[in-house]
């Protein structure tokens, strides 16, 4: 079955340092997402991105985040200057436009300390 | 007044029983709804999806909504210790791809061999 992929599992980054969360969809899909869950809380939305650029972003998404896909294959997520409050699960997920069928990547588990 | 209330359990129960996970919510507006099961540290897995206000079955699942109550559920018959894990309700309030989904907070289920 296809699989949405997300690298790195984990990530250790110092507070105020930039990193870059990448995702590699599912080839034939069109729309693409990242959404965080911080630790016991709730599975948040960030953003989506169609046909290279943002549909729709939640007040999460602040000028500390950008997504792009450079490259036409992989989906990136760049946080600026990371806080130590940015430490969470982030999941990529994508779909094909079809109805609500999205597919989760395992996620990258960002601590900033 | 939170938009999704999901009880966090957990919720245990003998191999075999017949399960019942529930959602509350208070956005009148949303009208697509969807299940997601997740395993700790895993992405959520969409298990099923609905827009109309009935029952939807698909194998030992059942989603039930119930839009003049804002209530909806899942059920699973004939649990197995495979299906331990949390189950997530999911909704939005458009049916367009791209659309961000609200999610609860979980209900973390374990089922006894």
């Known amino acids: 079955e296809p699989e949405v992929t997300q690298t790195p599992s984990h990530q250790v980054t110092q507070m105020g340092q930039e990193v870059i969360l990448r995702c590699v969809p599912i080839?034939?899909?069109?729309?693409f997402y990242w959404y965080r869950q911080i630790l016991g809380q709730k599975v948040e939305f960030l953003v989506s991105?169609?046909?290279?650029?943002?549909?729709?972003k939640s007040e999460i998404f602040d000028d500390q985040f950008s997504v792009e896909r450079p490259d036409g294959s992989n989906f990136t997520l760049k946080i600026r200057s990371t806080k130590l409050e940015d430490s969470a699960m982030y999941f990529c997920?994508?779909?094909?436009?079809?109805?609500?069928?999205?597919?989760f990547g395992s996620g990258t588990r960002l601590t900033v300390v | 007044q939170k938009e999704v209330e999901q009880d966090p359990g957990p919720l245990s129960v003998p191999e075999g029983a017949i399960v019942s996970l529930n959602c509350t919510y208070s956005?009148?507006?949303?009208?697509?709804f969807m299940w997601y099961r997740q395993y700790s540290r895993k992405g959520p897995e969409l298990l099923m999806y609905?827009?109309?206000?009935g029952n939807k079955e698909d194998g030992r699942f059942t989603a039930q909504v119930d839009k003049s109550s804002k209530y909806i559920s899942l059920f699973i018959r004939d649990s197995q210790p495979s299906d331990s894990a949390t189950y997530l309700c999911?909704?939005?309030?458009?049916?367009?791809?791209?659309?961000?989904?609200?999610f609860g907070g979980g209900t973390r289920l374990m089922v006894k061999p």
């Open positions: 997920a994508t779909d094909e436009g079809q109805d609500y069928g999205y597919t």
């Open positions: 080839s034939n899909h069109l729309y």
């Open positions: 991105f169609y046909n290279n650029e943002i549909s729709e």
């Open positions: 956005n009148s507006a949303f009208q697509y």
């Open positions: 609905t827009y109309s206000s």
């Open positions: 999911a909704m939005s309030t458009l049916r367009n791809a791209g659309n961000m989904l609200t």
